[in-house]
T-cell receptor, first 114, second 112 residues
Framework: EAGVAQSPRYKIIEKRQSVAFWCNPISGHATLYWYQQILGQGPKLLIQFQNNGVVDDSQLPKDRFSAERLKGVDSTLKIQPAKLEDSAVYLC????????????FGAGSRLTVL | QKEVEQDPGPLSVPEGAIVSLNCTYSNSAFQYFMWYRQYSRKGPELLMYTYSSGNKEDGRFTAQVDKSSKYISLFIRDSQPSDSATYLCAMSPVDAGNMLTFGGGTRLMVKP
């Protein structure tokens, strides 16, 4: 079974610029998550989708972050404008069912904001 | 105070040693407990998954949950250099679906 695909793997931008990350979950996985992992910290949930609907986005900084999963398969996370503190690894994960605690993570997209 | 606390390490041990990794938590609603392993520049991968209290063993790995003390542990027997990674504990309440709260991770180095 193919894993969770993410791109790009690395991105360097200047503050106030915009960036977008893409994720393709495991085929058939209805639930998709975006996590932010700052260096030396554990992942923090940004947003959770069930098919193409948002289940939880309470920790998403909505003034600068947006995410969509229009067709219920792949997803895009956008940051505009970026701040220095957005430097982190953005991890996408998926699970078969809502309520199942087994998540499969992608390798992540590492963002550096200068 | 963070909901889930983990000593960041690094923890350095010789090959073959028994490793003990621990997390403490404050939310008594947590019922599901997981350990993830994260290699450098990779995403976390699930190692162990337990529900409520008790022990679970899988090969060289044993997970323990003590809900009365709000304390969970992961033991690695006969540690190998390939076990060198960051170990993240994660937990969630029964009714919160996949709303995992992660610890900050402990970096483990197993020296040959």
């Amino acid at each position: 079974e193919a894993g969770v695909a993410q791109s790009p793997r690395y991105k360097i931008i200047e503050k106030r610029q915009s960036v977008a990350f893409w994720c393709n979950p495991i085929s058939g996985h209805a639930t998709l998550y975006w996590y932010q992992q700052i260096l030396g910290q554990g992942p923090k949930l940004l947003i959770q989708f069930q098919n193409n609907g948002v289940v939880d986005d309470s920790q998403l900084p909505k003034d600068r972050f947006s995410a969509e999963r229009l067709k219920g398969v792949d997803s895009t996370l956008k940051i505009q404008p970026a701040k220095l503190e957005d430097s982190a690894v953005y991890l996408c994960a998926s699970s078969l069912l809502l309520g199942a605690n087994v998540l499969t993570f992608g390798a992540g997209s590492r963002l550096t904001v200068l | 105070q963070k909901e889930v606390e983990q000593d960041p390490g690094p923890l350095s041990v010789p090959e073959g040693a028994i490793v003990s990794l621990n997390c403490t938590y404050s939310n008594s609603a947590f019922q599901y407990f997981m350990w993830y392993r994260q290699y450098s520049r990779k995403g976390p991968e699930l190692l162990m998954y337990t529900y409520s209290s008790g022990n679970k063993e899988d090969g060289r790995f044993t997970a323990q949950v003590d809900k009365s003390s709000k304390y969970i542990s992961l033991f690695i027997r006969d540690s190998q250099p390939s076990d060198s990674a960051t170990y993240l504990c994660a937990m969630s309440p029964v009714d919160a679906g996949n709303m995992l709260t992660f610890g900050g991770g402990t970096r483990l180095m197993v020296k040959p």
